[in-house]
């Protein structure tokens, strides 16, 4: 991807216009984008911020049928999430990963009921099914998971989900779209709607944030997919739309891989508050949490709350024997949930479908609000087909269920590098070429500058945290370090995109102001 050959794309359909243009690079956008570029439509995407920026980098990182939907009875959710599960990771296997996981149980109650239960998950799954569940008695339990504490627990039931890299999967999205044709831009921010006489949305402004210069782009359809930040959209089309979202927070720890010394990851289907709780192993850190926690404030960088915080460590060390303090914590981040309220009956986060919703406005606006990352795939047809069946646009097949984003690499000396797909070989090519680009931008953290580097050649980062929070995950893995290798990556970068020191200092330092949120 190039930044400026893309804003010149957009310049060149600026009179014949675009068949669809989307609003937002989350999961949900991006999917849809690359949903339509393939079928056949000119297509282009416009995110305010960074690709990801917002909840699609906060997730808990699993691609699931989603254990705890299964409980409140919403089978057929579960049962498209699992279908769509078994998509992901046949379509994008360099990203995700068949994970192991245990639940805990203390009681034979529960352990008829967690395995009752997860043999229908298994069920469910069918032949897309990542592994059968099981009962582990107490001592392989405890072999499974040594730091797991050992008092009144009667054994563990195993079972199997997806677990992915969100941000590298958001920007895997965005390098399919334009290689498809597509064009998305980041840093682009849709300030309002153009309309006909009839009050029909026949196109949107936009703001280019890097260089302050506006846009009017026309298009036959506009797709609303901004998360938790729909109603602001739903306004800019008819401000007294009522409200559709109810924001949740969720937050999650990051910890040493110490406190669990296991490749399978904890499940806790029910803390004292009805909440679940995971302990998952994730690019050798442990990922913990998460919160349900109900917001009014909508913004790009939610931050967690103290109690927050003390709740998901408080709770891990009810089951582990090496109790987590805030001094161990590597990362700590917070994500909002676009849950699609029902305004007329208000009801707990927690008890909210995860469903998604597709609306349409009269005056032409297609919304997609809701849903989960597993299942952005299934969203984005759903909403192209709607598109179809309104008329707006002419029908051509949907093929991604078999859009494959990944060749095999199995040449690649650095396994880790797969994460960058077809092309993981350049980088290793330029390491081979050059060692020194080998080395590590932290000792603490597994990128190279030879990463750095292509990052910057070929997936448009703008700023020192689109680099070390969402290309790489350095922020998330450990924010310290991610800190301290910020001027050595933004002494590449600058290089690389053609800034001067000022900039370079300027990123410095936005970036540690951003650490508050973070540690
Ligand atoms: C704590 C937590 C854990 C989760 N865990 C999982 C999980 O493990 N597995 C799973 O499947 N799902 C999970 N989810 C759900 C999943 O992350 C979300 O459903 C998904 O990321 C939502 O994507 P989105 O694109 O709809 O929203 P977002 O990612 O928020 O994207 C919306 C984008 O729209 C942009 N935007 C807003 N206004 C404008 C404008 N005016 N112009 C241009 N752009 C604009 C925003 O900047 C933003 O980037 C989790 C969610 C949370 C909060």
């Known amino acids: 991807m190039d930044r400026n050959t893309l804003i010149q794309n957009l310049k060149d359909y600026q009179t014949s216009g675009w068949d669809i243009i989307v609003i937002g690079g989350g999961a949900t956008g991006l999917g849809v984008a690359l949903d339509a570029v393939t079928r056949g439509y000119k297509t282009i995407l416009l995110e305010q911020s960074d690709f990801a920026k917002a909840t699609s980098s906060r997730s808990t990182k699993l691609v699931h049928g989603g254990v705890r939907y299964l409980a409140q009875g919403d089978i057929l959710l579960v049962t498209e999430a ?3 599960r078994g998509i992901m990771l046949k379509n994008a296997p360099h990203l995700t990963a068949n994970q192991e996981f245990v639940i805990p149980v203390y009681t034979y109650w529960d352990v008829f009921l967690y395995t009752v239960g997860l043999k229908f998950y298994d069920l469910l799954a069918g032949r897309l099914s990542l592994g059968k569940s099981y009962f582990l008695n107490r001592t392989r339990t405890l072999s499974r998971l040594p730091l797991l504490k050992p008092e009144g627990l009667k054994g563990g039931i195993v079972y199997h989900d997806g677990q992915f890299d969100d941000s590298r999967m958001a920007i895997t999205l965005a390098l399919a779209c334009v290689e498809k044709g597509g ?7 849709v300030n309002s709607f153009i309309k006909d006489e009839k009050g029909k949305i026949t196109g949107v402004r936009a703001k280019d944030i890097e260089s302050g210069t506006e846009y009017t782009i026309q298009g036959k359809l506009v797709i609303n997919a901004t998360g938790v930040f729909a109603d602001q959209i739903h306004r800019m089309d008819d401000p007294l739309t009522r409200q559709s979202i109810r924001p949740s927070q969720g937050v999650h720890v990051v910890l040493d891989s110490s406190f669990l010394q ?4 904890i499940m806790i289907p029910k803390t004292d508050d009805g909440r679940v709780l995971f302990a998952i192993p994730w690019y050798g850190k442990v990922v913990v949490g998460t919160t349900d926690t109900p917001l009014n404030d909508i913004t790009l960088e939610p931050k967690a709350l103290d109690e927050e915080i003390d709740f998901i460590l408080r709770t891990a060390g009810r089951y582990l024997t090496k109790s987590p303090g805030r001094e161990d914590v590597n990362c700590i981040f917070a994500g909002l949930r676009p849950l699609a309220a029902n305004p007329d009956k208000p009801e707990a986060t927690k008890e909210v479908s995860r469903r998604h919703k597709i609306s349409l406005s009269p005056s032409g606006l297609l919304s997609i609000i809701g849903g989960k990352w597993t299942s952005y795939r299934r969203m984005a047809e759903e909403t192209i087909d709607r598109a179809i069946k309104s008329g707006i646009i002419e029908r051509k097949k949907c093929v991604t269920a078999n859009f494959s984003f990944y060749s095999d690499n199995k040449k690649l000396k650095s396994e880790r590098l797969k994460i960058y797909g077809t092309k993981a070989g350049e980088i290793e090519k330029m390491i081979i070429e050059q060692p020194p680009l080998g080395e590590l931008i932290d000792k603490r953290l597994p990128y190279t500058l030879a990463e750095i580097i292509w990052i910057c050649r070929n997936e448009i ?10 290309r790489t995950r350095a922020l998330f893995l450990d924010a310290r370090a991610s ?3 910020g001027p050595v990556v933004a002494e ?19 970036y540690n102001r951003l650490m508050d949120n973070y540690l």
């Open 492 to 510: 590449i970068m600058a290089k690389e995109l053609g800034y001067g020191k000022e900039w370079q200092y300027r990123q410095i330092a936005d």
């Open 183 to 189: 064009t998305v831009l980041n840093y682009f921010k």
């Open 82 to 84: 699992l279908r769509e």
């Open 461 to 470: 980062p703008c700023s020192l945290e689109d680099v070390l929070a969402r």
């Open 483 to 485: 800190r301290e290798a």
């Open 262 to 265: 296991s490749s399978s990851a």
